[in-house]
Nanobody
Framework: QVQLVESGGGVVQAGGSLRLSCAASGRTFSTYVMTWFRQAPGKEREFVATISASSRNTAYADSVKGRFTLSRDNAKNTVYLQMNTLKPEDTAVYYC????????????????WGQGTQVTVTS
């Protein structure tokens, strides 16, 4: 069993930065693919970024590529999403999720989800 707890959300002006963290319980964190999704009001939850268990592979949604950076520290059971040059359209609840295999956008593959953290970007 893995429990995921997100933190780091908040309110920021456009052009600003935030760093989200997702802390995991359990000794198997290092075996999971970790991914951030987000859901804006009235919209479906969408893929943001993913990182493989070893950090060797990452992938990003086109909308965040070049602005967001995903990393993980397996020794600390934590994954980080550095978000720079934020835009109002980045406003959403951000969720981290864990999967046992690489399938970035297939939400059915994710076995553990956090409760989400709100990010609000003002113009």
């Amino acid at each position: 069993q893995v429990q995921l707890v997100e933190s780091g959300g908040g309110v920021v002006q456009a052009g600003g930065s935030l760093r989200l963290s997702c802390a995991a319980s359990g000794r198997t964190f290092s075996t999971y693919v970790m991914t951030w999704f987000r859901q804006a009001p009235g919209k479906e939850r969408e893929f943001v970024a993913t990182i493989s268990a070893s950090s060797r592979n990452t992938a990003y949604a086109d909308s965040v590529k070049g602005r967001f950076t995903l990393s993980r520290d397996n020794a600390k059971n934590t994954v980080y999403l550095q978000m720079n040059t934020l835009k109002p359209e980045d406003t959403a609840v951000y969720y981290c999720a864990a999967a046992r295999s690489w399938a970035p956008t297939d939400q059915n593959k994710y076995v553990y989800w956090g409760q989400g953290t709100q990010v609000t970007v003002t113009s």
